[in-house]
């Protein structure tokens, strides 16, 4: 699948706008993003076919939906879930190494590049100013791929990308993130990092750069064994590095040891702007592109926004790996407005307060949640999908020694609830009342007339 065949079938689908009155890629495309996710269901995607200053054509709001978003896969949630499943089990080890072996032994095709070089400047790329405080152009979804200068291990991530100067791209990953290790070992040695920003490819892999998948485990494997589809990719002409073959634009560049500079203000999920100081710099070294172009884009800012049915997919992948890894885990929820900081709810199984004191341990060693700002432990009698009623149940039992601080997150164990002492039904009246049928009326009865 590309980014055109997804569209395409979009358009079959009646799930997608296409755009043809000129827009800006200035605050305006922005604001009108927001406004079709707002709309009933999270919205269509949209095709902005004129875009102010530019031949290229611009894709958005593409993960409205969550069933836009799994449609990328080509599975439903069930049909996901059971191969997330098969992945995590099919070997002898935990979670994310049965997973990582099963993504890595994917194979993958090289073919010639059919690409036009240079046509494209980096100005003529409409990436986005979306908030009236940025004062550069971001790229939101350019997948961002490098290799370790040692190891030869490759990453995909998905990291904000700002078009500070012609021909200078400031890419903000986080220190923690797989390419920061690779930028690391590369200016130990004093060697630059290439680096290839692949936008518009087969639309499996936004999440799959976005997904929490460990160092070694291959984004593209990780994509090809749950689509079933393959990659084939061609080699970049200034980089030594591949990149899919049918990609939308592929920016070739490097970042130079040392090479840093200042990004943002960027508006950000928090709400807030946005800004580093230390952000490594990317020189561009060339640009490929397939004839008229199309670049995908999503809009951040606060809540609601189309970006977060990713950090849910996320949620489902690491709710599958803990119920597979540790058994005292019933279900884990991410609520939607604070996903993308890590907060998680957890259903605990029955359990000793020693258990649950392990678990906690347990749980601040997995790689998605050890950064969390927020992790919830409740018993599992709660719903958690609910999050109203995760959070009366913590607001019941909290004490201040049920909270714990970790770093910039905290950690409340709401847990130990006495369950003999829970106000429930009896099973009795509860299958009385299922079993009965009553005769329901709207008229007022006759006592009641006026
Ligand atoms: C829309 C969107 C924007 C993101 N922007 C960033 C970013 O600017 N920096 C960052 O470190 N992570 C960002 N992330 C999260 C990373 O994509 C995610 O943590 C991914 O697993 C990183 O891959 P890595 O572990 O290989 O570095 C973003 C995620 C999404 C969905």
Known sequence: MTLRSFLRQLLIDNQVKRITTEV???????????????????????????????????????????????????????????????????????????????????????????????????????????????????????????????????NLGLYRAALVAEGKIALNFAPCSDIAEHLKTAELRNESLPVALILGADPALFWAAA???????????????????????????????VAPANAEIVIEGEIKPGARVKEGPFGNHTGQYVEREDCPLMEVTAIRHRHQPILPVTVVGPPPSENVQLAKLNELLLREMLLFDVPLVADLVMPKMTAFHGVAVVAVRPCSATAVTDLIRRLRTVSSLNRSRLLILVDDDINIHDFNLSWWRTLNMLAPERVITTGKGLIINATGIDRDQLVTEDRTTTALVENRHYQISKEAPENLQP
């Open 211 to 241: 997904a929490p998948l460990p160092t070694g485990c291959s984004e593209y494997g990780f994509a090809a064994v749950l689509t079933g589809r393959s990659f084939t990719f061609s080699p970049c002409l200034t980089q030594p590095l």
């Open 24 to 154: 800006s890629p200035d605050l305006e495309l922005a604001a009108v993003c927001r406004r079709e996710f707002l709309s009933a269901s999270g919205g269509d995607a949209l095709l902005f076919e004129q875009v102010k200053g530019t031949s290229v054509q611009i894709a958005a709001n593409l993960f409205g939906s969550k069933a836009r978003l799994l449609s990328m896969l080509e599975l439903n949630e069930k049909d996901l879930t059971r191969k997330i499943r098969t992945l995590i089990a099919a070997g002898e080890h935990d979670a994310l190494t049965n997973l990582t072996n099963a993504c890595n032994a994917c194979s993958m095709d090289f073919s010639e590049p059919q690409y036009q070089y240079e046509q494209l400047t980096l100005g003529d790329i409409p990436a986005l100013r979306s908030w009236p405080g940025e004062r550069t152009r971001y790229l939101t979804l350019a997948l961002t791929h490098s290799v370790s200068p040692v190891t030869g291990v490759s």
